[in-house]
Every structure is written in structure tokens, then in C-alpha cells.
């Protein structure tokens, strides 16, 4: 069974533009949840979605924004990127939406805004 | 939303002692309590997890113990070994919420 897959794995881009990133869950998982880790900061929630629906949000700004497709597969888009924006994001997919499953994480995918 | 806090920042060990990381949380209806761990240079992976209706839950070197009342958690690890050193992060959410919040993180170093 193929695990969390998580594109692109390394990414540059220059402040002011956009990235996309991609995450697809392991099969049969339908919820699909979005990280952004930094030194020192930890795992900080972005959002969680469910059968294509944002569920749950967490404390970023409008910039960062995700989607959910039918399969299940996650995409997640930041605009207008800042310095600040460079980190390794993850994302996680479990079974079910309902009784807390466990999460299974990505490799990542490490943004470098130069 | 949650506030889930993590002490300490960075543990470190000799090898054969045991170590204890413990986590406190804000939402009195969190109700699942999982605790992942991370190498570097790879993805955290589930170690073990504890649920509201349980106080404690024991695998093999590995134990959590949850105190719902006074809304802490903490993870203890016995016989340490060199291949424990990682960052570890305690996590807490509701049933039913897959919104998921995550402490800081705790660095063990397990010196042989």
C-alpha cells in the first residue's frame, strides 16, 4: 500500500510569487491535513480537509488556501510568497473523519522563498 | 481552538535511563492524545496514542499516562537507546475533529 506522497519535495521560488503543492493520501483515507513546520516553531495546523470540504482552519492568513479533489488528493496554494514562508510542509491523511484515526505523514515538501 | 503546550524543549539522556516528556492542553473536550516521533530528515510517525477513557497505555518501553482533569499528558520511555534519539510531539484533538494541534516538540538525546 503506497504511503502519503507528497509533491514536489524541494521547491524554490522568489517572494511576491505563488506555489502550489500537492499531497495524495493513502488510498481510502479522506482526510487530508495541511502543516507547516519551522525550527523552533514546531507543527503549526494550516487546515484539514474531508469528502472535498474544508472542516478545520487554523491561524494563517487568506494567502495560504487549499482545495480537496473527489480522490481524495489535496492541493495546497500559497500567494504572494513572503521570506517568512520558507519551511517544510506537510501533510497527513487518516481513514476516516469520524473517531480520531491515526495520521500518516508525508515527506514534505521543503519551500525555500529566496 | 486548542493550545497544546510541551516540556521540555530538549531532553538528554545516557543510555538505560529513562526519559519523560509531558504536554499540557486547553480544550477540556479534546479527547485523543497521540504522540509522534521524528527523525531527522523524516516524516513523524505514530508511536503511540492514548484516548479520554483510558489513564494510561503501555507498549513494550514506551507508556502515556493522561490526566484529564488536570488536562496534562506525559510520555515516559524506559531503557532508553541510542535509536530513540528524536524530536517528539505531543498532539491533542477532539472525536469526530481531525483538527489536529501539535506541542513544540522535545529534542532526546540518548547518549551511549
Known amino acids: 500500500k503506497a504511503g502519503v506522497t507528497q509533491t514536489p519535495r524541494y521547491l524554490i521560488k522568489t517572494r511576491g510569487q505563488q506555489v502550489t503543492l500537492s499531497c495524495s493520501p493513502i488510498s481510502g483515507h479522506r482526510s487530508v491535513s495541511w502543516y507547516q513546520q519551522t525550527p523552533g516553531q514546531g507543527l503549526q495546523f494550516l487546515f484539514e480537509?474531508?469528502?472535498?470540504?474544508?472542516?478545520n482552519k487554523g491561524n494563517f492568513p487568506g494567502r495560504f488556501s487549499g482545495r480537496q479533489f473527489s480522490n481524495s488528493r489535496s492541493e495546497m496554494n500559497v500567494s504572494t510568497l513572503e521570506l517568512g514562508d520558507s519551511a517544510l510542509y506537510l501533510c497527513?491523511?487518516?481513514?476516516?473523519?469520524?473517531?480520531?484515526?491515526?495520521?500518516?505523514f508525508g515527506q514534505g515538501t521543503r519551500l525555500t522563498v529566496v | 481552538g486548542e493550545n497544546v503546550e510541551q516540556h521540555p524543549s530538549t531532553l538528554s539522556v545516557q543510555e538505560g535511563d529513562s526519559a519523560v516528556i509531558k504536554c499540557t492542553y486547553s480544550d477540556s473536550a479534546s479527547n485523543y492524545f497521540p504522540w509522534y516521533k521524528q527523525e531527522l530528515g523524516k516524516r513523524p510517525q505514530l508511536i503511540i496514542d492514548?484516548?479520554?477513557?483510558?489513564g494510561e497505555k503501555k507498549d513494550q518501553r514506551i507508556a502515556v499516562t493522561l490526566n484529564k482533569t488536570a488536562k496534562h499528558f506525559s510520555l515516559h520511555i524506559t531503557e532508553t537507546q541510542p535509536e530513540d534519539s528524536a524530536v517528539y510531539f505531543c498532539?491533542?484533538?477532539?472525536?469526530?475533529?481531525?483538527?489536529?494541534?501539535f506541542g513544540a516538540g522535545t529534542r532526546l538525546t540518548v547518549k551511549p
Open positions: 480537509y474531508f469528502s472535498e470540504t474544508q472542516r
Open positions: 497527513a491523511s487518516s481513514l476516516r473523519g469520524s473517531l480520531n484515526t491515526e495520521a500518516f
Open positions: 498532539a491533542a484533538s477532539r472525536t469526530n475533529n481531525n483538527d489536529m494541534r
Open positions: 492514548i484516548r479520554s477513557n483510558v
